[in-house]
């Protein structure tokens, strides 16, 4: 009872950075959920629940959505999610989370604290978006190397919150039917989603409340921050 509680705490708190951000809050609940609960009802329960949100924030936002630019991510995520399912099961996954992690954080204290710009080559841009298919495939957890893209090109923070949301909205719909043959939604797991629709509303309002309050900067230092404090949660 007591783990289902703080379960419970843990979507709502992830979930409203997920509102603000459009990313980050799958990956910051999914080690402590995983914990609590374990791997097969944390990846249905918070799969439903990022889908969810972000369909709410791209029905919202869809007037500043970055078309072309969420094509490229989706087909790119999507060509490395299909190998990071495969992957899944042939693969040193605890030494490869922990390379991912280091990497993450790496590159936020570079954004963080380096504000110069360097420039990479288109095709290293679009390998980044490869890469971050081949883990969100593996871990749900590509957000993080998929923000080094996206801050690159999308500047705005309305337009980056908008064009990221829409991009779980899709890649977590094609995750279901794996999800599904793999046996996750079980009586017990779809129980644990219902209970679960006061702190997703909750956490949605709280979310928006908070976004309009943030500025640009501010913004993306928190986009920073929550990179770094997601590459640690997956080290440890």
């Known amino acids: 009872m007591l783990h289902e509680i703080m379960f419970q705490i ?7 950075i997920q509102t603000i951000t459009g990313f980050a809050g799958t990956l910051l609940a999914m080690p402590f959920s995983i914990g609590l609960v374990g791997v ?24 500043q959505i970055q078309y072309g630019i969420l094509l490229r991510i989706v087909c790119g995520m999507a060509a490395g999610m299909l190998a990071g399912i495969w992957l899944f099961d042939r693969l040193p996954l605890q030494m490869l989370l922990k390379l991912y992690a280091v990497l993450v954080i790496l590159l936020a204290l570079k954004k963080l604290l380096f504000k110069k710009e360097i420039p990479l080559p288109s095709w290293m841009m679009l390998f980044v978006v490869f890469a971050s298919g081949i883990i969100h495939g593996m871990f749900l957890s590509g957000g993080a190397l998929l923000v080094v893209y996206a801050v690159t090109v999308l500047k705005d923070k309305q337009e ?18 794996a999800h599904y043959q793999a046996g996750y939604y079980t009586v017990h797991n779809l129980s644990a989603a219902a209970v679960s629709i006061l702190p997703l509303v909750l956490s949605i309002a709280l979310g928006n409340y908070l976004y309009r309050k943030i500025s640009q900067k501010h913004f993306l230092t928190i986009t920073y921050i929550l990179l770094i404090i997601s ?4 080290l440890l």
């Open 10 to 16: 843990i979507l709502f708190l992830s979930n409203t």
């Open 160 to 177: 980056f919150r908008a064009t990221m949301a829409p991009v779980w909205v899709i890649l977590n719909a094609l995750l279901m039917p």
């Open 40 to 63: 097969e009802e944390a990846k249905a329960v918070l799969n439903l629940f990022t889908l969810a949100t972000c369909l709410v924030i791209t029905l919202q936002n869809r007037h």
């Open 231 to 234: 590459g640690a949660s997956l």
